[in-house]
T-cell receptor, first 111, second 115 residues
Framework: SQQGEEDPQALSIQEGENATMNCSYK?????LQWYRQNSGRGLVHLIL?????REKHSGRLRVTLDTSKKSSSLLITASRAADTASYFC???????????FGTGTRLKVLA | AAGVIQSPRHLIKEKRETATLKCYPI?????VYWYQQGPGQDPQFLIS???????DKGSIPDRFSAQQFSDYHSELNMSSLELGDSALYFC??????????????FGQGTRLTVV
């Protein structure tokens, strides 16, 4: 990956459980965004968190950002089979016009 | 709401041919990004444009070039295609607002297959 790692690389859970994915990055950032991608399909935007924010919520999603540790986490609560996908974080490096993606977490939610 | 439009959705080319991918950003968005995603890989940044000027370059081969036009649409030109260029190519757009960027929305991608 150009920027960092996501952890875990793969996660398998039962429907109704919570899923937590972590993302680490290396540079100073302007913002961090999370995306979902179904196999071979487009990147769907989930949530944006700015460098001066620590936590954001959107529906069943909760994102945290720790700029001192250069890390973020995405929590999906009460997961559903339809949440099965790959999840990527992407960071906008400060002073640039480029988003750098993490390696992604493949989430599988079992019905 | 309008989204990022990419065309074509699928493209099959032979080795050494040329391909042109097009991207129409969300209206009023001032920044366009191009990415390449190989099978099982994370998206790799290629190039970006801000207000029609090239702003950043990533791992873009010399055989590739891109530009953004006066109507803000962008094209990625790929020459002397190689088998390894087979990938999903994404375009994204966002808006900068007084130093803060809005969400970067991605198009559905162009799947390029080089045979």
């Amino acid at each position: 990956s150009q920027q960092g790692e996501e952890d875990p690389q793969a996660l398998s859970i039962q429907e109704g459980e919570n899923a937590t994915m972590n993302c680490s990055y290396k540079t100073s950032i302007n913002n961090l965004q999370w995306y979902r991608q179904n196999s071979g399909r487009g990147l769907v935007h989930l949530i944006l968190i700015r460098s001066n924010e620590r936590e954001k919520h959107s529906g069943r999603l909760r994102v945290t950002l720790d700029t001192s540790k250069k890390s973020s986490s995405l929590l999906i609560t009460a997961s559903r089979a339809a949440d099965t996908a790959s999840y990527f974080c992407a960071t906008l490096t400060s002073g640039t016009y480029k988003y750098i993606f993490g390696t992604g977490t493949r989430l599988k939610v079992l019905a | 709401a309008a989204g990022v439009i990419q065309s074509p959705r699928h493209l099959i080319k032979e080795k050494r041919e040329t391909a042109t991918l097009k991207c129409y950003p969300i209206p009023r968005h001032d920044t366009v990004y191009w990415y390449q995603q190989g099978p099982g890989q994370d998206p790799q940044f290629l190039i970006s444009f801000y207000e029609k000027m090239q702003s950043d370059k990533g791992s873009i081969p010399d055989r590739f070039s891109a530009q953004q036009f006066s109507d803000y649409h962008s094209e990625l030109n790929m020459s002397s295609l190689e088998l390894g260029d087979s990938a999903l190519y994404f375009c994204a757009s966002s808006l900068s607002d007084r130093g803060e960027w809005t969400e970067a929305f991605f198009g559905q991608g162009t799947r390029l297959t080089v045979v």
